[in-house]
């Protein structure tokens, strides 16, 4: 059975930065592709970011390209997720998953997701 703890999430002010770990177990990390989502308040989830297993590609959706980061550590079975300059759009539960663009209703599992919220 896939685990996967998503931890790092907290409150933030405008033009901050949070960076995400994702901790994955019960399967082979380094052969899978990553990814991070996020489910904003109301909204569906969505992809966000992915990364293939070796973490030498890597795509982002728009509105985080140029202040987001994918990254990958395949001997500690983890992902990260560097946010820099957040906004308000940017609230949202995090999680993590397997698969490189992959939309979010392709996933029967999650896990419990870390919570980011960006507010003065």
């Known amino acids: 059975q896939v685990q996967l703890v998503e931890s790092g999430g907290g409150l933030v002010q405008p033009g901050g930065s949070l960076r995400l770990s994702c901790a994955a177990s019960?399967?082979?990390?380094?052969?899978?592709?990553m990814s991070w989502y996020r489910q904003p308040p109301g909204k569906e989830r969505e992809l966000v970011a992915s990364i293939s297993s070796t973490g030498y590609s890597t795509n982002y959706t728009d509105s985080v390209k140029g202040r987001f980061t994918i990254s990958r550590d395949n001997d500690k079975n983890t992902m990260s997720l560097q946010m820099n300059n957040l906004q308000s759009e940017a609230t949202a539960v995090y999680y993590c998953?397997?698969?490189?663009?992959?939309?979010?209703?392709?996933?029967?599992?999650w896990g419990p997701g870390t919570q980011v919220t960006v507010s003065s």
């Open positions: 998953n397997r698969g490189y663009g992959v939309a979010a209703t392709r996933h029967d599992y």
């Open positions: 019960k399967f082979t990390f380094s052969i899978y592709s």
